[in-house]
């Protein structure tokens, strides 16, 4: 068998057995609590925790009656969700990027305006949510009415590690090859372009990994003050209310969430290893 | 430092903030921007004291369930940071798992975590925002355990010192500054999940069921000031936390004085 | 005729699962009281002979004694000083504190520390430093302060690795003489790895010359030149011819060291 492939099927069998460990650990947890009948940190039982064949059979289930199966359901929601996070991760990750090329050429703007976008990420989004919703929405063309504006809201959570990534990668170059660029005359634009930028990518890409979760997680959480049905925020909103007569729904809705996360994460990882193909591990 | 660097360096924040509370404030009125939904500045600072005994109140509720929160995430972090890199075999099977629970929205778990604590509780609130705290701090710390220089190691073997007293005198104190800057990150954090946690249901003494019922009733600028005082509190569980720094890891770069 | 302090019989050392040897067959043995330098180009192995002498690596064959004792042995029972090319000082505590670091892992108590560490600092000139932090020293007073650590309890043998080859030529030059008066005072055996012929000649009282592919020692040099040595040593005939004489043997093996030659 060729290298790469016995790698990825190595790959895929350490995932599996990951997961099949951790369905392990669970129904381990359930019987060791349940026969204990210990009550912390919770009490254990079917409800706080479904078992994980019940959470497996409600994939297969309609939700409600005359409705197709969960899982086509979630998938569905799923998808409403992921195209709010694309959006919000690239319209974050440009601004983000644009911010920081624009603050690293001027320390006055940098002591002007830094400050201030830290403190925005101490602002919960969840309450600023509705206002933004309510403030967007009118602004959008019809068809990107709703989900536009959670997307802006993902963005949000999106630009920061952006922002400040970009902006320690286009400072690190190093200071001999801005000495290099400076005896070649070159001007602010190309040693940008030719110099900084590359020199912060490994950055940039370090912030986009974890923007990619961001934007997931805004977009969830955007979701919930819009009342929007046909995402993954909504989902859960709506299993939560029917919680203690069928927890493995909302069990369901989080995995799938769960998976949603992980897999916008593996993109920017495969992404990062095409581009920076020797983007150092452990950076910011 | 002298007082003109001081004034350098605050200078331009300062400028700016004048400059933004003006336009905000000035554009409000000029552009008669609905008051509902962007109130001016001086509505949510009157507000802000107006509506203190609730807000003022719920605030320290809330804040009360981060730090907490934080607490326990951080402590949780740094004990497995200390197992991970003392036993290298729970280490590399368990890195992939944290890499990857780092990408799940722990949000998505907040109604669960009403469900096991009790929504009116604030441990469930403090649970999602030490579910929050424990990766960022696992994470850098066991980075910090792991970046002492191989010349540094060498130099204790040298002296026939243990596993342990390497442990002691190189790796704890070389991972101090990797500790707080993810404690940076861990405080923000906090706040900002016991506050969305709150969504999901929660005492009406807290600062985000209020922040949301505000919202609800389109009382934008008391929610605003809600949001305010959110603000604050994350911004000075941050300061603290810089503060402690300063006192801790005086040798960092960036706490080198003179 | 007394012993050895250091007795390496047929030491090999391999890695990458004997694909490079390191080391082949070495035989060398080193009587108190010597300066004896260890120099050759990148890859012949000095280092790794350093530390092996030093049990911070295992030969893969052969035997190495130091004051009578196995490598281990001496390293358990703390016979040497080390110094590395950086001063490896850590920077969350002050050069006195640093200095005595050594001192407190052999459970010294705190008075009989602080005395120590006065003498050390009075030693290598760095008195009224204590208090400071190592990023406030220049290089130079950091080597001395990472010498001083190494001296600190006093042991017979002193490795040195590439100690000055960070510093500065003018830097290197006091430095040397300092620590030529240092080895005067205690008696101490030094082992000295550099990539500096001129270095090496001055301070020795032998050069082992070593080469690469395989590691092994391509002569030694005995360094008859007067003592105790000062500036005027290096202007000394017998300096020049001892350097050529060093240099011819580097090149014997076709190999040219790296630009360290100039400067003389």
Redesign the interface.
């Known amino acids: 068998m060729p290298a790469p492939l016995s790698r990825a099927l190595r790959r895929a069998l350490?995932v599996a057995a990951?997961l099949v460990a951790l369905a392990g650990l669970w129904e381990l947890y359930i019987w060791i609590w349940t026969t204990a009948g210990w009550t912390w940190?919770?009490a254990v039982d079917s409800?706080?925790m479904p078992h994980v064949w019940t959470i497996a059979k409600a994939f297969g289930q309609p939700a409600q009656v005359n409705q197709p199966a969960l899982i086509t359901i979630l998938f569905h929601k799923a998808l409403f969700t992921m195209r709010e996070s694309v959006v919000g991760f690239a319209l974050g990750a440009v601004i983000g990027f644009v911010l920081g090329v624009v603050l690293a050429h001027s320390r006055?703007?940098q002591?002007?305006?830094?400050?201030?976008l830290v403190?925005s990420?101490?602002?919960?989004?969840?309450?600023?949510a509705?206002?933004v919703v309510?403030?967007v929405n009118p602004k959008l063309p019809g068809p990107l009415q709703g989900w536009g504006a959670v997307a802006v809201i993902a963005a949000y959570l999106t630009f920061f590690p952006v922002l400040i990534n970009t902006l320690r990668g286009l400072q690190s170059a190093d200071a001999r090859a801005l000495e290099l660029m400076r005896t070649y005359a070159a001007g602010r634009w190309s040693v940008l372009w030719k110099l900084r930028v590359p020199a912060s990518l490994p950055y940039v890409f370090a912030a986009l990994k974890l923007a990619?979760?961001a934007s997931?997680?805004g977009a969830?959480?955007g979701e919930?003050?819009s009342g929007l049905q046909s995402g993954?925020g909504g989902a859960?909103i709506n299993f939560?209310q029917y919680?203690s007569i069928e927890?493995q729904e909302?069990?369901a809705?989080?995995i799938v969430?769960?998976l949603?996360?992980?897999l916008?994460?593996?993109v920017v990882l495969g992404a990062e290893k095409i581009v920076v193909r020797r983007a150092p591990e452990?950076v910011a | 430092m002298t007082a003109v660097r001081r004034a350098?360096?605050?200078?331009?924040?300062l400028?700016?903030?004048v400059l933004?509370i003006a336009a905000w404030e000035g554009g409000i009125a000029a552009f008669h921007v609905q008051q509902f939904?962007?109130p001016r500045p001086t509505s949510i600072v009157q507000s802000f004291w107006t509506e203190r005994h609730t807000l003022w109140p719920a605030g320290w509720y809330t804040f009360k369930e981060a730090l907490g929160g934080f607490a326990v995430g951080s402590t949780l972090g740094v004990v497995a940071a200390t197992l991970v890199g003392r036993f290298k075999v729970v280490g590399t099977a368990f890195m992939?798992?944290a890499?990857?629970a780092?990408?799940?929205?722990?949000?998505?778990?907040a109604?669960?975590f009403d469900?096991?604590?009790n929504p009116l509780s604030p441990r469930s609130k403090m649970a999602i925002a030490a579910v929050l705290c424990f990766l960022p701090v696992m994470v850098n710390t066991l980075?910090g355990l792991q970046s002492a220089s191989p010349r540094q190691i060498e130099l204790m073997r040298s002296y026939a010192a243990s596993d342990l007293e390497i442990w002691r005198r190189v790796r704890v104190p070389t991972a101090l500054p990797f500790l707080f800057t993810a404690l940076k990150v861990a405080s923000?954090l906090a706040?900002?999940g016991a506050?969305?946690g709150e969504?999901?249901g929660g005492s009406f003494n807290a600062l985000?069921v209020l922040?949301?019922s505000d919202?609800?009733v389109f009382d934008?600028v008391t929610?605003w000031a809600?949001?305010l005082v959110?603000?604050l509190l994350?911004?000075s569980l941050?300061g603290a936390v810089v503060l402690a720094e300063r006192i801790v890891v005086r040798w960092a770069p960036q706490n080198r004085g003179s | 005729m007394s012993d050895p302090v250091v007795s390496i019989s047929h030491v090999t050392k391999t890695f990458a699962q004997g694909n490079v040897t390191a080391l082949q067959d070495i035989e060398l043995e080193l009587m108190p009281g010597e300066f004896v330098s260890l120099i050759g180009p990148s890859g012949c192995g000095k280092s790794t002979l350093l530390r092996v002498i030093g049990d911070l690596i295992e030969p893969t064959s052969g035997a190495v004694t130091v004051n009578r004792k196995t490598a281990r042995q001496a390293r358990i029972d703390r016979d040497y000083g080390i110094v590395f090319q950086d001063s490896v000082l850590f920077d969350w505590r002050t050069v006195a504190k640093n200095i005595a670091l050594p001192l407190e892992m052999l459970g010294w108590d705190r008075e009989k520390r602080r005395q120590r560490v006065a003498e050390m600092m009075e030693l290598v000139d760095l008195e009224g430093f204590g208090d400071h932090h190592p990023w406030q020293l220049s290089g130079g007073m950091q080597q001395r302060a990472s010498i001083a650590r190494a001296l600190a309890f006093e042991p017979a043998l002193l490795l040195m690795d590439e100690p000055f080859g960070a510093l500065d030529e003018m830097t290197r030059e006091r430095l040397n003489l300092e620590l030529l008066s240092i080895w005067e005072r205690l008696g101490s055996t030094v082992v000295f790895v550099t990539h500096s012929i001129s270095e090496a000649v001055f301070l020795s009282t032998r050069v082992v010359v070593m080469s690469p592919r395989p590691g092994r020692i391509a002569g030694i040099v005995d360094i008859d030149l007067p003592s105790p040595r000062g500036v005027e040593t290096r202007e000394d005939p017998r300096f020049f011819e001892l350097v050529t004489q060093v240099r011819e043997l580097l090149r014997k093996r076709g190999e040219h060291l790296l630009p360290e030659e100039e400067g003389l």
């Open positions: 350490a990951v940190p919770f409800t706080s006055l703007l002591r002007g305006f830094l400050p201030y403190a990420q101490t602002v919960p989004i969840l309450a600023i509705p206002m309510v403030w990619a979760t997931v997680v969830i959480i919930l003050p993954l859960i939560n919680y927890p909302l069990w809705t989080n969430a769960a949603v996360g992980i916008f994460f593996v452990n | 350098a360096d605050w200078g331009p924040a400028v700016v903030f933004v939904l962007l992939p798992i890499i990857a780092n990408a799940v929205p722990i949000i998505a778990f109604p669960i469900v096991w604590f980075r923000v706040m900002i506050i969305v969504y999901f985000g922040i949301n919202a609800q934008f929610a809600g949001i959110a603000s994350g911004l941050y």
